[in-house]
């Protein structure tokens, strides 16, 4: 067992881990920050995006010792200091970006490193930026739309519906 | 402004919230004390005989408590069919066990044939990795028609690999073929419904417990229908009274179809909590999620269609093999028969149909209904073939549509494969679509994709379906083992709040945010004052879940029902407060009042004194204010649509760009219109999916090829266009009091043939004389049909 310390949203943290242990158990069970979900075992579906030194990172490809010292933001740290939902949440919220939510959070951990890229993307640069990240319920049209909208664009010329 | 809250508003959802900010709570987010993991041994060969297994290194490894095989539940029973198909000789479909653990023979890869419950999940996995296994391999039966010809069995006992050959309507069988005979001119298509995996994000996760003082059981599972999943592990597999288990599905994470079904795991770690005293969670990984989740689809049919001089429709005829892979899963029965062969008429006033179906056992996963489930199947055969009718023809596909299409004036309308549809107007969908998807302007977007080098194309389709699952006379003269009904409790506590219990269960849909909206409406009431609750069996009266677009139609009516018994008790109360005759009390915003006076009593107040029933006539009134109904309703709900699309087709490689895809959609009323798109949206997503991306490959000895992301292709964001979706043309149901339909699957069923329609017409306006591509219609596919 390796002893860690990091930062999970704001607040320091550690813990003993194996060598084996991801980033995304050590969060799930040692924290239990269950907020970050495992959708897959091959980094394809994103529903573990966090932030790691601001960057977005798939926490099931991270061993947990690989982010000692490291400052990490999940979605539990997301809200505003009032905890209201921060533009990002709310926009989700508005504009119905999720249904069942269990690839929300990795959605809107995404969203929120592509923001801080390009705070303005265009539809297809954020339908590009999200192809790390698998939603089955939504078709998508409401992610990107969210996602336009928490960046301030206009959304009320998308498609009618 | 709209209205944000009741019946018609989009209101947000509440459950968002929990979502949003990572405190949802999904099986697998569930820790207990003490909780030790099982891992799963599973088959590695598609098809063998188990010679021995020897589990005593694995029982020795660091942090392992049970090693358990098949024959720990050769005694229990197996896992059932829940629908019961007869062939065309009257024989019954055939049944072969579907065991906890493999035991005997292996039959799929895949197939668990030992557990190892260990400390923590790594210890279950390595021990797994040491238990030794001797399988004899066989030769894998993977094709249909190789299965259907084979000597030797996915299953000995029964001696074949088909589980019934049905025949729908089989009196009209002799009609059907002199129709097609006699007929001025027929089309024939040979197409393949892709077998596809339904993929929630949530892998499947269950925790058992048990309670030695009790000997009660506890299971929470990732389920769309907890109440079924008691009944099968109660009443056939486990054996566990009823009242000694509670099924709860707390948040769940997509399902699609797959999560309806009791799996093997459920049971496995309800028998090794009881064994061990502790409780014991398995959550899948997602390799095992392909492996093991009943898969959709897989039909490969023969589809003729007959039609006059005049391109009226005489006849359609089919012959299907369907898979149902290497066990029969719970509803895997009835998606390739009365979910499909009797939504064979489409929209359409045909005269006769027939369709065969055999369905076949493989050594693959099980098949079962995925969104849509049969329904999918039936458009994609009818509109294929459709479309190339019209093109022999030289017809324009949507005058073709509508010189068949069933009329207003005609309903209710009992298609020629036997369903009565209750009301709907195809011509006025069409209308919609034509307008809202600027049809007119085609030929101008055309010329502009022309211009880039591209060939673009147009497709049309309508569609009908029968969902809002139900009605238990009628599938139950179809073949069900259960009755089709939900339930719902509406219980007003004293201080004025509400708890709805519903038998539906939502794992995406909205139901905790819809269902408040109509009792709001009802009552008059702040609909922040009504919680749901769902998903536990010890809470809930009772429940057959979500699926089939089934919940608003079905147990939305229950707890209309439940409501309206509420509305009436109060009045009572009401009238005895106000010492009036509850005939002359009046409900409106909340407010009991006697008619034609200014004497009333609030919600509030009736909810309270129902409570402190101090001067009650107790011989005439009951205290307390909780309400229960069944509700069962008389017909499917019968939606429909117009779809179309518009696709981008590069010449040089293959490759298939959707451009524009337009839904209209009869949803008959709509409660929160907001949460209807979003239903067609998904389906959509899914139904492009299955066009133009998502293939699942076995090879030839039966391994998956496609048993993960690297490997299936998921729809992503960069593969779909917006979409333009319409539902405001709805024609209300006619027989349950919201006068709503389903609306859950639509866009699964009506994309898939859009999408195949607009690639051909692509192709042909290149030059190019395909008339068919299988899905999915990857450039590969698309390129080598344009080869010729």
Known sequence: MTKVTMTVNGKAVSGDVEGRTLLVDFLRSDLRLTGTHVGCDTSQCGACVVHVDGKAVKSCTMFAIEADGAEVATIEGQANADGSLNVIQQAFQDHHGLQCGFCTPGMVMSAAALLKENPTPSEAEIREYLEGNICRCTGYHNIVKAIMAASGQDVEVIAAE | MPKDTGIGASTKRREDVRFLTGRGKYTDDIQTYGECAAVFARSTVANGVIKSIDTSAAAAMPGVLAVFTGEDFADVGGNPAGWLINSRNGEPMKEPKRPVLAHGKVRHVGDAYAAVIAETVQQARDAVEAITVDIEELPALINMKDALAADHYVHD?????????????????????????????????????????????????????????????????????????????????????????????????????????????????????????????????????????????????????????????????????????????????????????????????????????????????????????????????????????????????????????????????????????????????????????????????????????????????????????????????????????????????????????????????????????????????????????HGDTSKIPFGMGTYGSRSLAVCGSAVVRATEKIIAKAKKIAAHMLEAADTDIELKDGVFSVAGTDKSVSFGEVALKAYIPHNFPLEDLEPGLEETAFYDPANFTYPSGAYCCEVEVDPETGKVRVDRMTAVDDFGNVINPMVVTGQVHGGLGQGIGQALVESTTYDENGQLLSASYMDYTMPRADDLPFYTVDHSKGNPCTHNPLGVKGCGEAGAIGSPPTVVNAVIDALQSGGMNVTHIDMPMTPHRVWSAMQG
């Open chain 2, 157 to 533: 006992e029964i001696g074949t690999n088909q589980c019934f050959d049905w025949g729908w309507i089989e009196d009209n069988r002799a009609a059907t073929d002199e129709a097609i005979r006699n007929a001025h001119h027929v089309t024939t298509l040979e197409l393949v419904n892709n077998r596809l995996v339904p993929n929630a994000m949530e892998p499947r996760c269950s925790i058992g417990h048990y309670n030695p003082g009790t000997d009660e059981y506890m299971l929470h599972t990732t389920s769309q229908n907890p109440h079924l999943t008691r009944l099968l592990i109660s009443a056939f597999v486990m054996g566990i009274p009823e009242n000694k288990l509670t099924v709860i599905a707390p948040d769940v994470g997509g399902g699609f179809g797959s999560k309806i079904y009791h799996y093997g795991e459920e049971a496995l770690v309800l028998a090794a909590a009881k064994k061990l005293g502790r409780s014991v969670k398995w959550t899948a990984e997602r390799t095992e999620s392909f492996l093991t989740d009943a898969h959709g689809r897989d039909h490969v049919t023969k589809i003729e269609l007959a039609l006059d001089a005049d391109g009226k429709f005489l006849a359609f005829r089919t012959e299907t093999l369907a898979n149902v892979g290497a066990y029969l899963s719970n509803f895997s029965t009835a998606t390739p028969t009365f979910l499909h062969g009797t939504l064979m008429a489409g929209n359409y006033t045909v005269p006769l149909v027939y369709v065969n179906v055999k369905a076949v056992f493989t050594n693959t996963a099980p098949v079962d209904a995925y969104r849509g489930a049969g329904r999918p199947e039936a458009t994609y055969s009818i509109e294929r073939v459709i479309d190339k009718a019209a093109r022999e023809l030289g017809m324009d596909p949507i005058a073709l549509r509508r010189k068949n299409f069933v009329k207003p004036d005609q309903y209710p309308f009992t298609s020629a494969a036997g369903l009565e549809y209750d009301s709907g107007n195809y011509d006025a969908l069409m209308d919609q679509m034509e307008k809202i998807a600027d049809v007119a302007g085609f030929a101008e977007r055309r010329k502009a994709s022309e211009a880039k080098g591209l060939l673009r194309g147009f497709g049309v389709n309508a569609y009908i379906e029968a969902c809002g699952i139900a009605p238990s006379n009628l599938v139950g003269v179809l073949g069900s083992r259960v009755g089709l009904y939900d339930a719902a409790t509406v219980r007003v506590n004293a201080t004025g709040n509400l708890s709805v219990m519903v038998g539906a269960h939502s794992h995406g849909q909205g139901h905790e945010t819809v269902f408040p909206q109509v009792v709001a409406e009802m009552l008059g009431i702040d609909p922040q004052s009504i919680d749901i609750v």
